[in-house]
């Protein structure tokens, strides 16, 4: 009698211990969305909530056990553009930290972020394989993974480029994009001057809809006219984050009917870049460095490093043991911003090739100056560059910061506007920006 009681006391203190670990959960798995996803190492045990009200801190999982979901946009196996960077960059911090991406990331791709639904179902089935967090790397998730960090309080949920959280398991990240979007913008610039041609296009998923959006456009553009002041940026908006039919006819449009020399874009794949190439035009990509697709137009991108968060979010992950309400204060809170300062974007190394002459100088000034805090892009502060006997030379000048209906948004030598602006409640475009 005494063996069986023995027995069943360690066999509670397995259970307990299990339901401590545990980063799965005990909900029924929902349908499969129509898009494909990594095998699962192995079928995860349900997790099993303690009875006994212990409080103690929970043993550490081994890093072996640790599982990472992700859902995508498009495809894991893209070889460029938006969903790439996101998995090159979550492939990259895993093994920084000494996790196998070939077992221990679960990714659901080709969810459309414009059906709660599918994403809640892609939710579902990565909780269903036991990951301990899940990345969703697209605006439109927001909602679902919302609902869904409370549905499984035992699985961290980070979203991307959104702005909701909680105080426990659920949190946001995005950076300063327009950043490396200004020194893309540059590039743009004096490319143009260089041709004798100001006009300068740009394929936006979205415009004023969005502060990310036409934040992008906007730090283009006034990178661009910082190098050629007669510069006029022709947005063409194609109302979604990526369709690689309409990035492509947008492009072709903004070359016929504006006679652009330079194609930028805010959107998924390298289409726009490849018509550039096409048209023997130039380009400036977004998301990873598109000189690969398009060697003779190309000339640098804004990009993300995402390895540096994701590497972050993953430790910070890790050090909860188990207890995913433990991963907003890990990560000091539940919204993530950074930007050039920190390494987590900037603009693509520059097709020499190709730039005109001196980009590569000028472009390295003004990330030096981002870097060390003293300017940023939406400030009463102009900035213009002179280069003799090959040296460079940027200069600062008070000058008021106007949107293209005339009004003075930042007056001349004021402070860049906040982050909440830039993250949130920007809607208008700087003068010189046109929308077709």
Known sequence: MKKKLLALVMAMAMILSLAACGGGNTSTPGSSPAASSQPSASTPSASTPSASGDQSEPAAEP???FKVGAIYINSQNDTAGYTFQHHNGIVTAMKELGLDPETQLL???NVDDGDDTAVANA???LAGQGVNIIFGISFGYIGAMDEKSAQYPDIIFSHGTGYLGNETNFNNYFGRIYQARYLAGIAAGLKS???GNNNIGYVAAWNLEYAETCSGINAFALGAQSANPDATVYVNKISTWGDE???REAAQALIN???CCVISQHCDSAQPQLVAAENEVFGCGYNSDMTEQAPTAHLTSAIWHWNVYYQTAIQAAMDCNGDASKFVDNMGGNAYYAGIKEGFVDASPLNESVAAPYTAKIM???RALMESGTWDVFSGIKLSYEVTNGTVNISRTAADLVDNQGNVIVAAGGPSVDDGVIK??????VAGVIEG
Do not use: P
């Not at 949130?424 to 475009?429: K, P, W």
């Open 245 to 247: 039919k309409l990035e």
């Open 424 to 429: 949130g409640s920007m809607d208008y475009n």
């Open 123 to 125: 939710i579902d089935t």
């Open 63 to 65: 890093a072996s056990e």
């Open 257 to 259: 009917n504006y006679n």
């Open 193 to 195: 001057k260089e041709l």
């Open 107 to 109: 990714i659901v791709d």
């Open 364 to 366: 390295d000034g003004v």
